[in-house]
């Protein structure tokens, strides 16, 4: 995972935005993802966006794509309690068939 | 409608010891991938499989063996456990959606003493 690099950990305040920052370094990257791991429960897909954009809006969730820098971030707005979670950065590449390589994940805790 | 499962949920095994760790999904994917995941390392893949009878290795294969004579069952074998195969292992499967989302089962958390 050492090519999608992301901080090991996130503070925020109940009720404030959450913004958890990625970078990669392929740039034939094609999808890109976030992953959202719960305690003691595998990974789910939280959003993806594809290459040619450079940002994807659902619900609380943006994601923004700086492909000149190979920026990736997630902002989920008006941060709860149930948004506690190991947060995974992914890329697919264009050469590598089906598989994902993920970065080491971002524990987001959130206080009141 | 069980998706994706893993057993042994937990297990406990000596050093030394042959351990295989089960997944099974129930929607016919082609591609399903062994992970291992550690504080600091995130995941990490350890084998992979395209279809039946099709393997290939990861970013860590050593010490781990795999097989998949039926599509939906991808076993993973510890041929002789090390402490530093300590970890939680997961398993995704991967089907024709054009994103490539890959989902996931609930893990196995290993340890070899």
């Known amino acids: 995972g050492e090519d999608v690099e992301q901080s090991l950990f996130l503070s925020v305040r109940e009720g404030d935005s959450s913004v958890i920052n990625c970078t990669y370094t392929?740039?034939?990257?094609?999808?890109l993802y976030w992953y959202k791991q719960e305690p003691g429960a595998g990974l789910q897909l939280l959003t993806y966006i594809f290459s040619n954009m450079d940002m994807k809006q659902d619900q609380r969730l943006t994601v923004l794509l700086n492909k000149k820098d190979k920026h990736l971030s997630l902002r989920i707005a008006d941060t709860q309690t149930g948004d506690s979670a190991i947060y995974f950065c992914?890329?697919?590449?264009?050469?590598?068939?089906?598989?994902?390589?993920f970065g080491s994940g971002t524990r987001l805790s959130i206080r009141p | 409608d069980a998706g994706i499962t893993q057993s042994p949920r937990y297990k406990i095994t000596e050093t030394g010891r042959q351990v295989t760790l089960m997944c099974h999904q129930t929607?016919?994917?082609?591609?399903m991938f062994w992970y291992r995941q550690d504080l600091g390392h995130g995941l990490r893949l350890i084998y992979y499989?395209?279809?039946?009878?099709?393997?290939d290795k990861g970013e860590v294969p050593d010490g781990y063996v795999v097989s998949r004579s039926k599509t939906e069952n991808f076993p993973l074998t510890l041929e002789s456990a090390t402490r530093s195969q300590t970890s939680v292992y997961f398993c995704?499967?991967?089907?024709?959606?054009?994103?490539?989302?890959?989902?996931f089962g609930p893990g196995t958390r290993l340890t070899v003493t």
């Open positions: 499989s395209a279809a039946a009878d099709i393997t």
């Open positions: 929607w016919s994917h082609s591609y």
């Open positions: 995704a499967s991967t089907g024709t959606e054009v994103s490539y989302e890959q989902y």
């Open positions: 392929d740039s034939s990257s094609t999808y």
């Open positions: 992914a890329e697919k590449r264009y050469s590598s068939a089906s598989k994902i390589i």
